[in-house]
DNA sequence: TAATTGTTTCTATATGTATAGAAATAACGA
DNA sequence: TCGTTATTTCTATACATATAGAAACAATTA
């Protein structure tokens, strides 16, 4: 997940994802909840490229997001949507925390 | 950030300073807070490589952490001692958090 | 079915980066 | 001051990866 995020490129894909697309379900009128609706491949390349025709490049960049569990795509009659992964980040921060919970001693130091 | 710990080498250590050496400020009898103490770069390498001998790989990996604000590194004597910049995780946490904090809205796309 | 739109995979290339050995720097002790 | 310990910087190399163009694939509409 580091791995993916370093790239500056995805980074910059996987914020816009968060801004536009946070998957927060929402009821509908008969009591649903609405679909992971998100941008469109074309719309994530247009935010990063400002040009809406998918490059290959943008298309592996999502690969590598969708690989390393940070965003999930979903197709959608011609469209493939786009969105976070719900519990990506709370991966990442649950990760950032437990490192003072799991302590150890300098015992483990081979000197 | 997200780079510098995308290298599986330099995440081994900063979790490694994170359970070794996370700076918790402790009061002594005199009321003082005990400076911030960790491992040497020769024990940080010792758990990297399991040799206390210091490799310039792993001296590029800690330069690297330290050039990212990850870690800090402080003489001590003929040692290097290395500890976890205490705010590292915790920008981390608030970038991943803030993400559905500053939703915005579909117009920003160019299609 | 053919054409069109949206997206991915293939192949090649250029750039970046992790690694390793050798030389250099820094601090301490004899 | 000289040698020893601890660590970093230098230089080269091998490997990884981001990018780009072209071809392939998939779903829809005419």
Known sequence: ??????????????T???AQCYPI?????????SPLSGPTVGEVC????G???VTSTVSFHLKELRQAGLITTERSG?????????DAAGRLIAF??????????????CN
């Open 96 to 109: 950032l925390n437990d490192g003072p919970a799991e302590r150890k001693t300098n015992d483990d130091c």
């Open 78 to 86: 011609r469209h493939m949507i786009c969105g976070v992964n719900p």
């Open 16 to 18: 816009f994802l968060q």
């Open 25 to 33: 379900a929402v009821e509908t009128e008969t009591g649903a909840v």
């Open 46 to 49: 247009c935010h990063v490229t």
């Open 51 to 53: 040009d809406p025709v």
């Open 1 to 14: 997940m580091f791995k993916a995020l370093g790239d500056p490129t995805r980074l910059r894909i996987f």
